[in-house]
């Protein structure tokens, strides 16, 4: 089959299209900016939410840091909330800049993996989350004593120390385990997947997607 | 000397056909084309102040108008995960243009539709008579990665046409 003779038929499917559409001008001069501005709002609202809530959550932790110097492990569990609750802030603020800054103007291919690698973006929360593990009992303390005024070490004894140590350990190797799995290669694990439920196949079409980009920037050989 | 939005006015108005094409290509539902449409419009118009002439201005549209398509043919694709679609047969008014239409025609549509989102977008600007230095700036893909994907895409589309 020529080449010309498909611009031919390309051009007849222009004819069709130009006869069966009408451009409102109307609709030009007025701009409505409504639809695209309510489709920002939804895509806001997560990242938005999560740094009001966990600028609170450090605010507080700092807080309680201060109100209880003096006791090591309050001061130190109230270091680590706060100091996860920022990590989560910023990372929050990098989502938001990230949405913000899409511009329909850049190159196809770049601007489809930027908005891709937004959607990803939650699986580095997990990793946050995942970092957070191994500091598990003394969030433990932090709750309870920001919650109901409790200091758990009250009824520490040596079981409950040996507890608290391997725990903390088990802990330690489930988040490795767990910032290993938190690949985006790795992202199509069933469990993953359920951890993800929600967002889950939002990431797999956006990393299905990613795939593709590379695929295709990557095939550069000669045609046999 | 006009206005920039009287100027980008009469852009989208001169090139209104590259736009419906585009639109075309991503969306067969009519509704859906007339929102996508007015999201490609509205960005091009948001997109023209940092416009900055480097490329063509046909170049410039081209990227926005697939950048907004494809982006709405990834969410229209998960959403139909989740949709039963109404039977056709219930909702559709028969256009008498359609069964005029030439067979040809169908086929290159056919065709168009199952390639996917990157490759689409790459016939659409070949067969509208972009250069490959265009294809490539507007894509952001080497010149080499364009004529290998051209190539391949017409091999598709000769066997296609022999079926």
Request: include cysteine; glycine fraction near 4%.
């Amino acid at each position: 089959m020529e080449n010309l003779s498909v611009h031919e038929i390309w051009k007849q499917n222009e004819m069709l299209l130009e006869h069966t559409r009408k451009l409102n001008v109307t609709l030009l001069r007025e701009v409505k900016l409504d639809k695209a501005k309510s489709s920002l709002k939804g895509v806001l609202f997560l990242p938005v939410s999560t740094m009001a809530f966990f600028i609170i959550a450090a605010s507080y932790a700092m807080y309680f840091t201060v109100e209880n110097w003096g006791t090591w492990y309050f001061m130190f569990s109230g270091a680590v909330v706060a100091f996860f609750s920022v990590m989560l802030v910023l990372s929050s603020i990098r989502q938001l800049t990230q949405i913000l800054s899409v511009d329909y103007n850049a190159p196809v291919l770049q601007l489809q993996k930027d908005i891709s690698k937004i959607k990803v973006s939650v699986v580095y929360n997990f990793k946050i989350a995942a970092w957070l593990l191994p500091f598990g009992p003394f969030i433990g303390l932090f709750f309870f004593k920001a919650l109901f005024n409790f200091d758990m070490m009250e009824l520490v004894n040596y079981n409950m120390i040996i507890s608290f140590g391997v725990v903390t350990i088990v802990l330690e190797v489930l988040s490795l385990l767990l910032l290993r799995a938190l690949q985006t290669k790795n992202i199509n694990k069933k469990w993953l997947n359920w951890l993800l439920l929600g967002s889950g196949s939002q990431i797999n079409e956006a990393l299905g997607f990613l795939n593709q980009i590379d695929e295709f920037e990557k095939e550069n050989g000669t045609i046999s | 000397m006009k206005n920039r939005n009287t100027e980008i006015i009469d852009l989208i108005e001169e090139h209104r056909r590259l736009i419906y094409k585009v639109a075309n290509s991503y969306c067969s539902d009519i509704h859906e084309q007339e929102d996508l449409i007015q999201e490609i419009i509205f960005q091009i118009i948001k997109g023209y102040e940092k416009f900055d002439h480097k490329v063509k201005v046909t170049t410039w549209m081209y990227k926005i108008a697939f950048n907004v398509s494809i982006s709405h043919y990834r969410k229209t694709k998960i959403r139909e995960k989740y949709m039963i679609p109404m039977p056709e047969k219930l909702v559709r008014i028969d256009d008498p243009e359609e069964d005029e239409t030439d067979e040809n025609l169908k086929r290159l549509r056919r065709f168009i539709e199952e390639l996917d989102p990157l490759n689409k977008a790459i016939l659409i600007m070949y067969l509208d008579g972009n250069s490959h230095l265009e294809i490539s700036a507007a894509m952001g893909i080497s010149l080499s990665n364009v004529s290998t994907k051209i190539n391949r895409i017409k091999q598709q589309l000769k066997k296609k046409f022999k079926q």
